[in-house]
């Protein structure tokens, strides 16, 4: 089992950039396949950024594809979201996950898939 907490969301204008972080405990980082998403009110989860276990492959929303980077650090059992060129329609609440029993290079951006969730971290930029 692990235990995922977020943190660094806040309010940003239009243009920004913001770095959120996904802090684990439990078994390490590296057994788990990892995603971020994000919920606005009114709107369904959707899946923003995924890494597979092996940190070899990502894949992205097409929304956020060339400004959202997702990056992992085994070693300090972190899981990064770095959003640049933020816009107002990136607001909502963002959450880490994480997937467990998986084959090393499967990225997975289901949510129905995914084993634990963060808290969440409200992202809001404004205009």
């Known amino acids: 089992q692990v235990q995922l907490v977020e943190s660094g969301g806040g309010l940003v204008q239009a243009g920004g950039s913001l770095r959120l972080s996904c802090a684990a405990s439990?078994?390490?980082?590296?057994?788990?396949?990892m995603g971020w998403f994000r919920q606005a009110p009114g709107k369904e989860r959707e899946c923003v950024g995924a890494?597979?276990?092996?940190?070899?492959?990502?894949d992205y929303a097409d929304s956020v594809k060339g400004r959202f980077t997702v990056s992992a650090d085994n070693a300090k059992n972190t899981l990064y979201l770095q959003m640049n060129s933020l816009k107002p329609e990136d607001t909502a609440v963002y959450y880490c996950?994480?997937?467990?029993?998986?084959?090393?290079?499967?990225?997975?951006?289901?949510?129905?898939?995914?084993?634990?969730w963060g808290q969440g971290t409200q992202v809001t930029v404004s205009s």
């Open positions: 996950a994480a997937k467990f029993s998986i084959g090393a290079f499967y990225v997975v951006t289901d949510p129905a898939q995914y084993d634990y």
């Open positions: 439990g078994r390490p980082l590296s057994t788990y396949a």
């Open positions: 890494i597979n276990r092996s940190r070899s492959s990502t």
